[in-house]
């Protein structure tokens, strides 16, 4: 009984992430009421659970203040609110009053990386970064406790929320770290500080904030910014940017750079690789040792992205074979390629959903994906296109050159959606030509009518063009379930 006891009490502390005097003293505020010990994070009660910290974070849209009563109600273990504003809230209620929320979630976060042992890997790049964490985060796991951002939590609050999250008990990190525009990297990762620090590629992507693609590559190598001399940069050797990045790194004082890729030289190196339309099987040289992959999403885009997993997992210590047998198990993050089965009379038709984001680099290869795809007797392989956003005045061009792809793909129809959409649908030829809308939710219908059995389609866009909602719309109408692997 007594060995029991110790057992539940020392299980009870392993999920404590932290004590009140911790939280006190990690964010120079001031308790209220009698908050109880803190089990895990939360700024939206919608997610929250019993034991969580709430942080009252007041966004651009909302006032996490006005949500403290029911995250109370929901169990939150304390709230955390500003000081002019702790007033307005019930006397007794557990409170943490600082000067500022979002400030005070981000000094926990310096906490919670000042106490780990972990090793930390963090994530930033044009094209592939949620997909390149979640890969890691699997692959990691299989050595060691290991934690993760959540979702794409990689901006300004996401970035400080998922690293205060880090459990001390932890022994991998893996951190993914975006941008919109000049100097918005170098905060974030001061604070994540990793010890690997991971670009997956350079393309034009945010292009709109930018005067070229080589200020955008010194945007990405602000994540240079928080290794030390101690650090290692994992860079892709395929990508025309790779110099300016060395240099970046060079002049930062990286005291490592490890490229992956297919080129000669790279230190990562695709040896080998079989694109099959459900999955790859890859041989690489990582480092020196030779490592046979299989990974069950297609694309070489994804092999592309596993190449720097290999790498970063080689470097944080994690043991490399029982991560390439974890990346067996690899399934897509929810609208980054996952496929669904849509249930039509005399058979069923796969849809893909690519509709999280769409720049012209993933839209390309998305589009090389659905061309090797396979479809049913009477079946085709088509595209269902929405904006791709923030490209700037090249963004015309940029669309409307995604009709080679097409062509080179042997896509069989198109559907567009958006304004910036009608350059391509322009340059489309007729027979390819399946629908054009100025909204996705005007395109639902069309594309509806125009499925039968055997069909493949693939929805993509960026997320502002609205195309989740519309591959919503087909999974209701078509009753879609998961499709086998």
Known sequence: MTSQLQTSLADGAAAVLYTTDEMVAATAGTLSGAPGAVRGLSIDTRTLAPGDAFFAITGENSDGHAYVDKALAAGAALCVVAADRAGTFPAGAPLLVVRDVLAALVDLARAARARTTARIVAVTGSVGKTSTKEALRLALAADGETHASAASYN?????????????????????????????????????????????????????????????????????????????????????????????????KGVGRIVTFGAAEGADVRLKEVALQPAGSVAVVDVLGTEVTLK?????????????????????????????????????????????????????????????????????????????????????????????????????????????????????????????????????????????????????????????????????????????????????ERFRAAPAPA
């Open 295 to 475: 990974v069950p999403m297609p694309g070489r885009h994804v092999v592309q992205n596993m190449l720097a997993v290999l790498a970063a997992v080689k470097l944080a210590g994690a043991d490399l074979a029982l991560a390439a047998l974890a990346l067996a198990r690899l399934e897509p993050p929810p609208g980054r390629g996952r496929p669904l089965t849509l249930a039509l009379a005399g058979g069923g038709a796969t849809l893909v959903d690519e509709s999280y984001n769409a720049n012209p680099a993933s839209m390309c290869a998305a589009l090389d994906v659905l061309g090797r795809a396979p479809v049913g007797p009477k079946g085709r392989r088509i595209a269902v296109l929405g904006d791709m956003l923030e490209l700037g005045p090249e963004s015309p061009a940029h669309h409307a050159g995604l009709a080679g792809p097409i062509g080179a793909a042997g896509i069989d129809q198109v559907y567009c959606a958006g304004p910036l959409m009608h350059a391509l649908w322009e340059a489309l030829p007729a027979q390819r030509r399946g629908g054009y809308a100025e909204h996705a939710a005007q395109l639902e219908p069309m594309v509806a009518a125009a499925i039968r059995a055997g069909d493949t389609l693939m929805v993509k866009g960026s997320n502002g063009s609205r195309m989740g909602p519309l591959v919503k719309g087909l999974v």
């Open 155 to 251: 901006n300004h609050w996401g970035v400080p929320l998922s690293l205060a999250r880090l459990p001390r008990t932890a022994r991998y990190g893996v951190f993914e770290v975006g941008m919109n525009h000049p100097g918005e990297i170098t905060p974030l990762v001061e604070l994540v500080r990793p010890h690997v620090a991971v670009i997956t590629t350079v393309e034009a992507v945010h292009a709109a904030y930018f005067t070229g693609i080589e200020q955008i590559a010194d945007a990405k190598a602000e994540i240079f910014d928080g290794l030390g001399a101690d650090g290692v940069a994992v860079l892709n050797a395929d990508n025309p940017l790779l110099p300016r990045l060395r240099m970046r790194a060079d002049e």
